[in-house]
C-alpha cells in the first residue's frame, strides 16, 4: 500500500510524504503507483521549476517528502490540488493508497 501524509502547518498544507508501492499490480504496470506518482511529480516540477519555489526535497526508491516553508499562494494552491487528485484516488483504490494528514514536518 502507498501512504500520502500531508503536512499541515500555519492553517495550510505545506508539504507531503509518500511511500511505498501501492501493490495494485507488478512494479512496472501498477496504474495506481504510475498515477500517485505521475501527480507528484507534476506537483513537485511545477512548484519548483515552472514556478522557481524553493523546497526541501528528498527522493528514495519508493520514496518522496517535499515541504515548502516560504512560498507563494500559488504554490500552496498546487499542494492543495494534489491533495485532491491524490483523495480521489484513493476512493478508486482504498486498497492501494492511505490518505494520512499530520503536524508539519520537522526536518
Given at each position: ?43 513537485v ?30 504554490a ?32
Amino acid at each position: 500500500m502507498t501512504s500520502v501524509k500531508f503536512f499541515i502547518g500555519d492553517n495550510r498544507l505545506n508539504g507531503f510524504e509518500i511511500k511505498g508501492h501501492s501493490g495494485y499490480s507488478e512494479e512496472g504496470s501498477d496504474i495506481v503507483c504510475a498515477a500517485i506518482s505521475s501527480a507528484a511529480e507534476m506537483a513537485v516540477n511545477t512548484v519548483t521549476d515552472v514556478m522557481g519555489e524553493k523546497a526541501d526535497i528528498k527522493v528514495d526508491e519508493g520514496f518522496l517528502r517535499f515541504t515548502l516553508s516560504d512560498a507563494s499562494e500559488s504554490a500552496y494552491q498546487v499542494l492543495e490540488g494534489l491533495k485532491l487528485h491524490l483523495v480521489e484516488i484513493s476512493k478508486q483504490y482504498p486498497q492501494n493508497i492511505r490518505i494520512i494528514y499530520g503536524g508539519a514536518k520537522n526536518a
